[in-house]
C-alpha cells in the first residue's frame, strides 16, 4: 500500500467546510430596545398627557432597574383605557428588559397592530423574536421596518441573520449586502455572507471574504480553518497547506487547524512534517494528537516504511505508553520480525488487559511464527473467548487445526467465524476442508 494516498486522512464535506460562527451576531439587543425610548416626532403615535408625565418619571429607569421601572408603569397606569400604542411600546421596553418576554411581545404586538407605521415597534417586536431564536416570526418584523424606510446596517443585519437561520439564502445574501453598504467593516455580516457563499459553492466570493476577516481578524483561528477548508472544496491542497503553515507560524493554529496541517502532510509523504505536527496536537490536546499519530503510525507499518513509523513513535513520551501505544510497537515489532520483544510488550499490555483480544491476537501470532503452536493455541483459544476477537481467533485456529490434520475441528472453528460475518473467501475455504474431511473419512 503506497502512503500517497492513504485511507485516513483529509476529508471534507461541504457542509463542514465553512465558517464555525458564533451562535449569534455580535448584537446587544438590549442596548438597542433600551436606545429607542425617546420618541420621533411626527413619525410615531403620541401618548396623552398623563402617559407622558409618567413615561418621564420612569424613562431613565428602563435601563438601570428595569424591575422598579416595571412596577411603576403597572401601579400608574390606568385600567379604565387603553394605553396608546407610544405607552404600550414603552411597556413592551421594560418588560423586555426585565426578561418578561411574554407581556413585552403582548404590548409590542398590540403598539404596531394599532399603529401599524410604527417602524420602531416593528423593530422592536423583531429584537424580541430574534433574541428568542424565533427566526421565522423575526422576518417579517424586520422586512416591515425595511419597508417602512428603516436603512440601518443593523436592522438589514439581523433580517439577514434571521432569514438565514429560516433557510431563506438568496433573501439573506441581499439583506447581509446592504447591511454591509451601511457598515463595511461588521465582521458579522461578513461571516454570514461568507457562509451563504461557501453553501452556494460561490469558492471565488468566498476566498474574497475570508481573505478581508483574516486581515481584519488574523488572530481568529476559525479564519484560517475556513480558508484551508475552502481551498479543499476546490481540491487546491497544496495551496490549503500553504495557508495552514503560514497560520502555524504566525502561532494563529489550535488543535484543529494543526491537525488539519498534519493530515494534509501525511497526505503529500511528508513524514518529518507531518510526524512533527502531530507532536504539536499531542501537546495541545493529548487524546487527538495520540488518537492521529497512532493512526499515522499504523498507515506506515502497513506501507512497509518502518523507520518513518519509528520516528513516529519517538513523539511519545515516556508517559505516554497507553494500551494503544503499546500495541503500536508491538505492531512496529511484528513487521520488524522481533518476535521476543514484541512478546515483552504484548505482556505489558495483557498485565492491564488480560482480555485485551487484539493483544491475544498478536502474541498467538508472535509464537505461531516461531512455530511454537502449543503457545500459539492457547493464546488464540483465549482471544476466542472475548467476542471482539472470535472472528479472528477463530480463523486463526481454524488454520492451526488444519495444519496438524483435525480437518473436523478446522470446519467447525470456520463454521463459527461464518456464523459471525459470512465472505465468500471462507466459504471457500470451509467448502475446501470440507472435502478432507470426506476424503479422511
Known amino acids: 500500500?503506497?502512503?500517497?494516498?492513504?485511507?485516513?486522512?483529509?476529508?471534507l464535506s461541504l457542509a463542514m467546510a465553512g465558517l464555525v460562527r458564533?451562535?449569534?451576531?455580535?448584537?446587544?439587543?438590549?442596548?438597542?430596545?433600551?436606545?429607542?425610548?425617546?420618541?420621533?416626532?411626527?413619525?410615531?403615535?403620541?401618548?396623552?398627557?398623563?402617559?407622558?408625565?409618567?413615561?418621564?418619571?420612569?424613562?431613565?429607569?428602563?435601563?438601570?432597574?428595569?424591575?422598579?421601572?416595571?412596577?411603576?408603569?403597572?401601579?400608574?397606569?390606568?385600567?379604565?383605557?387603553?394605553?396608546s400604542p407610544a405607552f404600550q411600546f414603552i411597556l413592551g421596553n421594560a418588560y423586555y428588559a426585565a426578561n418578561m418576554n411574554d407581556k413585552a411581545e403582548l404590548n409590542y404586538r398590540g403598539a404596531v397592530d394599532r399603529y401599524p407605521t410604527f417602524l420602531r415597534g416593528w423593530v422592536n417586536l423583531g429584537i424580541l423574536y430574534y433574541s428568542t431564536q424565533r427566526y421565522a416570526e423575526a422576518v417579517p418584523c424586520f422586512s416591515k421596518a425595511v419597508e417602512l424606510?428603516?436603512?440601518?446596517?443593523?436592522?438589514?443585519?439581523?433580517?439577514?441573520?434571521?432569514?438565514?437561520r429560516d433557510g431563506d439564502l438568496v433573501s439573506a445574501e441581499m439583506a447581509y449586502m446592504q447591511a454591509l453598504g451601511g457598515d463595511p467593516a461588521n465582521v458579522d455580516w461578513k461571516e454570514g455572507l461568507l457562509e451563504i457563499c461557501i453553501a452556494g459553492r460561490q469558492f471565488t466570493r468566498a476566498e474574497s471574504l475570508v481573505k478581508n476577516l483574516i486581515k481584519e481578524k488574523p488572530s481568529d483561528t476559525r479564519y484560517w480553518m475556513s480558508?484551508?477548508?475552502?481551498?479543499?472544496?476546490?481540491?487546491?491542497?497544496?495551496?490549503?497547506?500553504?495557508?495552514?503553515?503560514?497560520?502555524?507560524?504566525?502561532?494563529?493554529?489550535?488543535?484543529?487547524?494543526?491537525?488539519?496541517?498534519?493530515?494534509?502532510?501525511?497526505?503529500?509523504?511528508?513524514?518529518?512534517?507531518?510526524?512533527?505536527?502531530?507532536?504539536?496536537?499531542l501537546a495541545i490536546s493529548p487524546e487527538v494528537g495520540q488518537l492521529k499519530l497512532v493512526h499515522y503510525a499504523q498507515i506506515l507499518i502497513s506501507s512497509g516504511r518502518l523507520p518513518e513509523a519509528e520516528s513516529v513513535l519517538a513523539k511519545f513520551g515516556t508517559d505516554d505508553a497507553?494500551?494503544?501505544?503499546?500495541?503500536?510497537?508491538?505492531?512496529?515489532?511484528?513487521?520488524?520480525?522481533?518476535?521476543?520483544?514484541?512478546?515483552?510488550?504484548?505482556?505489558?499490555?495483557?498485565?492491564?488487559?488480560?482480555?485485551?483480544?487484539?493483544?491475544?491476537?498478536?502474541?498467538?501470532?508472535?509464537?505461531?511464527?516461531?512455530?511454537?503452536?502449543?503457545?500459539?493455541t492457547l493464546a488464540f483459544e483465549a482471544a476466542y473467548a472475548v467476542n471482539s476477537?472470535?472472528?479472528?481467533?477463530?480463523?486463526?485456529?481454524?488454520?492451526?487445526?488444519?495444519?496438524?490434520?483435525?480437518?473436523?475441528?478446522?470446519?467447525?472453528?470456520?463454521?463459527?467465524?461464518?456464523?459471525?460475518?459470512?465472505?465468500?473467501?471462507?466459504?471457500?475455504?470451509?467448502?475446501?476442508?470440507k472435502t478432507m474431511v470426506v476424503k479422511e473419512s
Not at 500500500?1 to 476529508?11: F, I, Q, Y
Open 227 to 281: 480558508y484551508a477548508n475552502i481551498l479543499l472544496s476546490e481540491d487546491k491542497k497544496v495551496e490549503a497547506t500553504v495557508i495552514l503553515e503560514t497560520a502555524d507560524g504566525l502561532g494563529y493554529t489550535s488543535q484543529e487547524e494543526l491537525s488539519l496541517l498534519g493530515d494534509l502532510y501525511a497526505e503529500q509523504g511528508l513524514i518529518p512534517e507531518a510526524g512533527a505536527v502531530y507532536a504539536k496536537v
Open 322 to 376: 497507553t494500551v494503544e501505544v503499546l500495541q503500536l510497537k508491538a505492531d512496529l515489532l511484528a513487521a520488524e520480525r522481533k518476535w521476543p520483544e514484541e512478546r515483552v510488550v504484548l505482556d505489558m499490555i495483557l498485565k492491564t488487559e488480560p482480555l485485551n483480544g487484539k493483544a491475544l491476537i498478536s502474541l498467538g501470532r508472535s509464537y505461531d511464527a516461531e512455530d511454537n503452536i502449543p503457545r500459539a
Open 22 to 83: 458564533a451562535d449569534e451576531p455580535n448584537v446587544n439587543p438590549k442596548r438597542i430596545i433600551n436606545d429607542s425610548n425617546s420618541f420621533l416626532k411626527e413619525r410615531e403615535p403620541e401618548m396623552t398627557e398623563e402617559e407622558y408625565a409618567l413615561y418621564q418619571k420612569v424613562v431613565s429607569l428602563v435601563a438601570s432597574n428595569p424591575e422598579f421601572a416595571v412596577k411603576l408603569l403597572e401601579a400608574m397606569k390606568s385600567d379604565k383605557e387603553q394605553p
Open 149 to 164: 424606510g428603516d436603512r440601518d446596517s443593523t436592522t438589514f443585519g439581523l433580517l439577514g441573520y434571521s432569514l438565514q
Open 389 to 433: 476477537s472470535t472472528y479472528v481467533a477463530s480463523l486463526e485456529l481454524a488454520n492451526i487445526e488444519l495444519k496438524n490434520r483435525h480437518y473436523a475441528k478446522s470446519v467447525e472453528y470456520l463454521q463459527k467465524a461464518l456464523s459471525i460475518e459470512k465472505t465468500d473467501a471462507v466459504e471457500d475455504f470451509l467448502a475446501r476442508v
Open 1 to 11: 500500500m503506497k502512503l500517497t494516498k492513504p485511507v485516513l486522512l483529509v476529508t
